[in-house]
């Protein structure tokens, strides 16, 4: 057997080495992966409970929305003299129908107080996506019931205009008829 050499000992002392840090490289991103799916996993989470804080703050605020819409559409029908008339009853229809509209998404809206810990990235995923369904048709309402308030706001000015213009009118032809002619 031959004498061994000081580069045998320095090829057995370094693949020794490469080989410890090849196994606590393997064990290093093992662990990195295995934290990155939690982090994603939180981060999931987070998300979620972020979108259903949205509609649940939206679902007040559309609420609110509503009411002031529709003491505002009674306002101006009545000072048109559209109190009882059918386009009353269609604004009556139509918010009832979205007030239920309101109520049936409130319900599918998860709990505060809810644990999503034990649920997979899939299911938090796909509640992620039923939330985000939810917060656009939430916006749809929110912005249609501001439109409406708008145009209340706009029939409420003419209305103002016309009795301003009517209150002149009347005041000139009183002027003219006890003006000394």
Not at 19 to 26: L, Q
Not at 106 to 128: C, D, P, R, V
């Amino acid at each position: 057997m031959a004498n061994p050499s000081w580069t045998d000992y320095v090829g057995v002392v370094t693949g020794l080495v490469g080989m410890m840090t090849g196994i606590s490289g393997a064990v290093m991103g093992y662990l990195g992966y295995r934290r990155s799916n939690q982090i994603k996993a939180l981060d999931l989470r987070l998300a979620l409970r972020k979108d259903l804080g949205e509609a649940r703050e939206s679902i007040t605020t559309l609420r609110q929305l509503m009411a002031d819409a529709e003491a505002s559409r009674k306002a101006t029908l009545a000072a048109r003299g559209l109190g009882r008339s059918g386009a009353m009853v269609v604004w009556e229809q139509t918010l009832e129908t979205d007030r239920a509209e309101v109520t049936k998404i409130s319900a599918a809206i998860l709990l505060e107080g809810t644990n999503f810990a034990a649920m997979s990235e899939k299911q938090l995923e796909s509640e992620i996506i039923a939330a985000h369904k939810i917060k656009t048709g939430l916006s749809t309402l929110v912005e249609k019931y501001r439109g409406e308030l708008a145009t209340d706001a706009d029939s409420r000015q003419q209305i103002g205009q016309q009795a301003t213009a009517m209150a002149a009118a009347r005041m000139s032809q009183s002027a003219q008829r006890n003006s000394p002619g």
